[in-house]
């Protein structure tokens, strides 16, 4: 019975800053007895977190690729097969969020995608809520909302930056938003692993009921077209578009059903999930790859594909044909002319990207003089914290043999030395999350820092 038992997943999910790797590294110190696989989702260019993580025997892994709704699922659904390779190491998996994605994705991949269903359940859903800051992170971000609704165990962190009566009723409302979920109070995350692991608390019906939707992916594509073509050789161009790129994915033997859709959309998921290959304008397409066709030059953009065997395709593209005016013409003698899309359809994403948030991520070379870091960081609190949500990362600080880890959530700021450079190469790391952030403005803050 050992041999199939399936492995249960805790989803750890909360706001940027609520104190998530605070509570990550407190069940990897502890004495469980489990061995866990540490699956960490990061937003931005630069994986900070998996270094803000204590040194542990448990294997932990980094997923950090595009946008952290549509992605997220097919990124995960890799992560997990990997991990199947060596199942006889762990016995328990923890999926660390970033703090700007809603868990439905998330939890999603574990009843959308059949070879995941058949080895893991999803134990719980674990909220952090950041008690000193959540009444305003409520009124601007829906994801917030969702990491709230979706929790079987919200833990109300930092409860000593707030009195007694704000806790009340922070916890009132909480209760109205998921009056299914236990609430335990806390600070710096220290709640005991029993009231996170282990819990049995996922339950699908509930969560149809808060979201009668949970069990409709979202998808990285907005449209797909099937093509019914012959053998030979057909141009597929577009025009001026919102980006100057495009993904696409070609799937061969496409059906034409609502089901055959939706099978053709699923393996295009973990194709998604794969770095892209760069097309550029005149090059072949090949087929059942992730491809970033480059449309920044000037005019309509050709690419072409080889048909050896009559087929029907489907492009799964980022964006609708319209968007882009996406045409396919055959190309062969006599028969010249546009090839009509035998079916298309179009993928309605169930969430909306806020393009005002963003990530800046510095990494630089070199000693930082304390002094002129304080009074940067002191100015740039006082101006912008408001709209900062979270920053993180290590510094080497000048004169000092261990690194200098900091975290930050909008004014609130904290850091201390940690372990020792030894043979590690100095180096500074930094990542700021938030609304409308100047990067150029930062990063000439810090390197006026740098000594």
């Not at 270094?51 to 699922?73: K, P």
């Not at 659904?77 to 700007?100: A, C, P, Q, S, W």
């Amino acid at each position: 019975m050992n041999a199939t038992r399936k492995i249960p997943v805790t989803i750890l999910t909360g706001f940027l800053g609520s104190g998530k790797t605070t509570l990550l590294n407190r069940i990897l110190r502890e004495e469980h007895g489990k061995r866990i696989a540490v699956i960490e989702n990061e937003f931005g260019e630069v994986g900070i977190d998996q270094a803000l993580v204590i040194n542990a025997d448990e294997e932990i892994f980094e997923m950090s690729n595009g946008c952290i709704c549509c992605t997220v699922r097919g990124d995960l659904i890799r992560v997990l097969g990997n991990l199947m390779k060596r199942r006889d190491k762990f016995d328990y998996v923890l999926v660390e969020t970033t703090g700007l994605a809603d868990p439905g994705p998330v939890a999603q991949t574990f009843f959308m995608d059949d070879e995941i269903r058949a080895e893991f359940e999803l134990d719980g859903i674990v909220t952090l809520v950041d008690a000193a800051h959540i009444e305003q992170q409520l009124g601007r971000s829906d994801e917030s909302t969702e990491q709230v609704a979706f929790a079987d165990v919200l833990v109300l962190n930092k409860t000593d930056l707030v009195d007694d009566d704000a806790l009340d009723k922070i916890e009132v409302r909480l209760r109205d938003m998921n009056r299914m979920a236990r609430v335990i109070r806390s600070q710096m995350a220290d709640v005991s692993v029993e009231t996170v692991l282990n819990l049995a608390a996922f339950d699908l019906d509930q969560a149809l009921e808060r979201r009668p939707t949970f069990l409709e992916p979202e998808y990285p594509f907005e449209w797909t077209g099937v093509y019914s073509l012959d053998t030979g050789r057909y141009e597929l161009s577009l025009a001026e578009g919102p980006d100057p790129a495009m993904s696409l994915v070609i799937v061969p033997d496409q059906g034409t059903d609502d089901s055959a859709l939706r099978e053709g959309a699923e393996w295009c998921v973990r194709r998604y999930a794969e770095p892209a290959d760069d097309i550029r304008p005149g090059d072949e397409i090949p087929v059942g790859k992730h491809l970033n066709l480059l449309l920044d030059s000037p005019g309509r953009k050709s690419f072409f594909l080889e048909v050896d065997t009559q087929a029907s395709v489907g492009l799964y593209a980022q964006h609708t044909a319209e968007e882009f005016d996406l045409q396919l013409t055959n190309g062969a003698p006599h028969v010249n002319g546009a090839v009509p899309a035998e079916v298309e359809r179009t993928w309605v994403a169930q969430h909306e990207h806020d393009d005002e948030v963003g990530s800046i991520a510095i990494e630089a070379e070199g000693d930082v003089d304390p002094g002129r870091l304080n009074a940067w960081l002191g100015e740039l609190l006082r101006e912008r914290g408001v709209d900062i949500f979270r920053m993180k990362g290590f510094i080497s600080l000048a004169d000092e043999a261990r690194r200098f880890v900091f975290q930050g959530v909008h004014m609130l700021f904290d850091g201390q030395p940690d372990r020792p450079w030894g043979d590690t190469p100095r180096r500074n790391q930094l990542i700021f999350i938030g609304r409308n952030l100047d990067e150029r403005s930062i990063r000439l803050g810090f390197e006026a820092c740098l000594i």
